[in-house]
């Protein structure tokens, strides 16, 4: 696979084959480790109607009145605990896998743009989608970092280039990657990680898989995320050989009052420590790059409330990131979606090995 050296595509405006991009959506990340740059972030993401459903008014009384006075301040000393030299993790981990896709694809004779944007923050869709347009982009992929559909995160992407268009008079051709939770070079890169990670640093009694959660409320008006983190779950311990009482399934990043996805994460990790487990592996498959998700809450407070309550030895096995399994599924599930759209020159197309 080519290494990662910044290049991710361009278009030639007078070539009609280059114009085709792929946007590579991720949810967002404060763009520094301060209460000043995480207030914005957390208004744009706590204010979007799909990831708090409840009256408008309601919550944008408590939004503003209580959250944002408070939580600015204590989320950014935990962005800090996980700040990176070149920035959030989250970008850059996106970043760096935008450009290894569009390196991929190159290879394989695609001549199309890819670029990394944002739900929230910067860089935003809607810029994205400008320079695109800019660049003479006719059709564009929209490719999202969810592996499992939710319309938190899912259809509010699909919100935010739909918001972009209507401000447009030329609209490019848009297509929607909405699920690949079951796709098997997906599941396939999962499992080799979690495989190295076991050959480096041996393997515990049990896999724990935390996903992020939703509120249940969700899933009775007809998300299907649940079932397809649990169909995720069970498609990866079918191919790493565990039984049923080789792994469980909980649901990390509660929120608020109401009900959410259970069991919980963190409370899970206590009982395990208590019951006498001591060495537990944590993998959080519903998160291609690590975050403060991962990388804080469950590396750090995970890690805390398991040896707190009596395990001896927690195990983080970090997200897909840049690993090269990992960026041939992207860009398998990329190349089906391109399908039919004119990526290649028919010289190229006819010189690639079948």
Same mark, same amino acid.
């Given at each position: 696979?080519?290494?990662?050296?910044?290049?991710?595509?361009?278009?030639?405006?007078?070539?009609?084959?280059?114009?085709?991009?792929?946007?590579?959506?991720?949810?967002?990340?404060?763009?520094?480790?301060?209460?000043?740059?995480?207030?914005?972030?957390?208004?744009?993401?706590?204010?979007?109607?799909?990831?708090?459903?409840?009256?408008?008014?309601?919550?944008? @009384?408590? @939004?503003?009145?209580?959250?944002?006075?408070?939580?600015?301040? !204590?989320?950014?000393?935990?962005?800090?605990?996980?700040?990176?030299?070149?920035?959030?993790?989250? !970008?850059?981990?996106?970043?760096?896998?935008?450009?290894?896709?569009?390196?991929?694809?190159?290879?394989?004779?695609?001549?199309?743009?890819?670029?990394?944007?944002?739900?929230?923050?910067?860089?935003?869709?809607?810029?994205?989608?400008?320079?695109?347009?800019?660049?003479?982009?006719?059709?564009? @992929?929209?490719?999202?970092?969810?592996?499992?559909?939710?319309?938190?995160?899912?259809?509010?992407?699909?919100?935010?280039?739909?918001?972009?268009?209507?401000?447009?008079?030329?609209?490019?051709?848009?297509? +929607?990657?909405?699920? *690949?939770?079951?796709?098997?070079? *997906?599941?396939?890169?999962?499992?080799? $990680?979690?495989?190295?990670?076991?050959?480096?640093?041996?393997? $515990?009694?049990?896999?724990?898989?935390?996903?992020?959660?939703?509120?249940?409320?969700?899933?009775?008006?007809?998300?299907?995320?649940?079932?397809?983190?649990?169909?995720?779950?069970?498609?990866?311990?079918?191919?790493?050989?565990?039984?049923?009482?080789?792994?469980?399934?909980? +649901?990390?990043?509660? +929120? $608020?009052?109401? !009900?959410? @996805?259970?069991? *919980?994460?963190?409370?899970?990790?206590?009982?395990?420590?208590?019951? $006498?487990?001591?060495?537990?592996?944590?993998?959080?498959?519903? +998160?291609?790059?690590?975050?403060?998700?991962?990388?804080?809450?469950?590396?750090?407070?995970?890690?805390?409330?398991?040896?707190?309550?009596?395990?001896?030895?927690?195990?983080?096995?970090?997200?897909?990131?840049?690993?090269?399994?990992?960026?041939?599924?992207?860009?398998?599930?990329?190349?089906?979606?391109?399908?039919?759209?004119?990526?290649?020159?028919?010289?190229?197309?006819?010189?690639?090995?079948?």
């Amino acid at each position: 696979m080519p290494q990662d050296n910044g290049n991710r595509g361009s278009i030639d405006p007078g070539r009609a084959i280059e114009r085709t991009a792929i946007l590579w959506c991720n949810l967002g990340s404060p763009d520094a480790p301060t209460a000043a740059a995480v207030r914005p972030y957390l208004a744009e993401f706590l204010g979007d109607p799909r990831v708090v459903e409840i009256p408008r008014l309601i919550w944008a @009384l408590i @939004l503003h009145g209580i959250i944002l006075r408070v939580r600015p301040a !204590k989320s950014a000393a935990k962005y800090a605990s996980i700040w990176m030299a070149e920035g959030s993790p989250l !970008k850059v981990w996106t970043r760096k896998q935008a450009s290894l896709l569009a390196d991929w694809l190159g290879e394989r004779g695609h001549r199309v743009a890819v670029h990394d944007a944002m739900r929230y923050a910067s860089p935003s869709i809607a810029s994205r989608l400008d320079a695109l347009q800019a660049e003479g982009a006719t059709r564009v @992929l929209v490719l999202q970092a969810y592996p499992q559909y939710s319309a938190t995160t899912t259809a509010s992407v699909i919100d935010a280039v739909n918001d972009w268009s209507r401000r447009q008079r030329r609209i490019p051709e848009f297509r +929607f990657v909405n699920q *690949y939770h079951d796709d098997p070079a *997906y599941i396939e890169a999962l499992a080799l $990680g979690i495989e190295a990670h076991w050959e480096r640093e041996g393997r $515990g009694e049990l896999l724990l898989m935390s996903f992020h959660g939703i509120p249940v409320r969700n899933i009775a008006l007809g998300d299907p995320y649940q079932a397809q983190c649990l169909e995720t779950a069970r498609l990866l311990a079918a191919r790493l050989g565990l039984a049923d009482t080789g792994y469980r399934v909980t +649901f990390q990043s509660r +929120f $608020g009052r109401a !009900k959410w @996805l259970e069991p *919980y994460t963190e409370p899970t990790l206590r009982e395990l420590g208590a019951s $006498g487990v001591k060495r537990i592996d944590v993998v959080c498959p519903g +998160f291609p790059a690590d975050c403060l998700e991962t990388l804080e809450e469950i590396a750090m407070e995970g890690r805390e409330a398991f040896l707190h309550a009596g395990g001896t030895t927690f195990s983080y096995i970090p997200c897909l990131n840049d690993s090269p399994a990992w960026i041939t599924a992207l860009a398998g599930i990329a190349e089906r979606n391109l399908a039919g759209w004119p990526t290649r020159s028919a010289t190229t197309a006819q010189n690639l090995p079948r």
